[in-house]
């Protein structure tokens, strides 16, 4: 932090503890001319996004539980530019940036992207969605099959000690 602002802030507050963390980062110094942030909030964004990310099993990216993208699926959204959104949605838009988050940064035909794979992507998850629900369907059947059949040796086999006595 430069001491001007170290100043400034001696002046406003009675103590450092008073400073809301939100004010330290703003006036914290950027040593990174392509940073929007100084270490300690990029730092916390980071930590926080990465905590978002790993907290939800539902994030594209985590792929270890029942229903997760499969590998082309994954592959389409990271394929997928944010500049390509804005043209799939944008109607009359003829071109973009094609990095959106560059000022100066080349513009791209909107006709040059291929379309997101949306209805290939829908159309396979309905279909594993069947698969899922007929094996499952199966499953339950078995499984009530066998404890019918269990249920019928017991019952035969307590007759049997019955008789037995």
């Known amino acids: 932090m430069d001491k001007s602002n170290v100043d400034l802030l001696k002046k406003t507050y009675q103590s450092v503890d ?37 907290g939800d099993r539902f994030y594209f990216e985590n792929t270890e539980h029942a229903g997760a993208l499969t590998q082309a699926e994954y592959e389409a959204i990271r394929n997928y530019s944010l500049a390509q959104l804005i043209c799939e949605n944008t109607s009359g838009l003829e071109m973009v940036q094609g990095d959106i988050f ?32 007929r094996e499952t369907s199966e499953n339950t059947r078995s499984l009530v099959a066998t404890n019918r059949g269990r249920r019928r040796l017991q019952s035969a086999f307590g007759t049997y000690l019955n008789a037995q006595d």
Do not use: M, W
Not at 24 to 36: C, G, M, S
Not at 115 to 121: K, M, R, S, V
């Open 18 to 54: 008073d400073v809301d963390l939100y004010v330290r980062l703003l006036l914290e110094r950027i040593n990174d001319p392509t940073a929007l942030l100084g270490p300690t909030g990029t730092h916390l964004i980071a930590d926080q996004f990465n905590a978002f990310k790993r």
């Open 102 to 133: 560059q000022f100066n940064s080349v513009k791209k035909q909107c006709s040059s992207f291929r379309p997101f794979p949306l209805e290939q992507i829908l159309s396979s998850r309905a279909l594993s969605e069947q698969v899922d629900h």
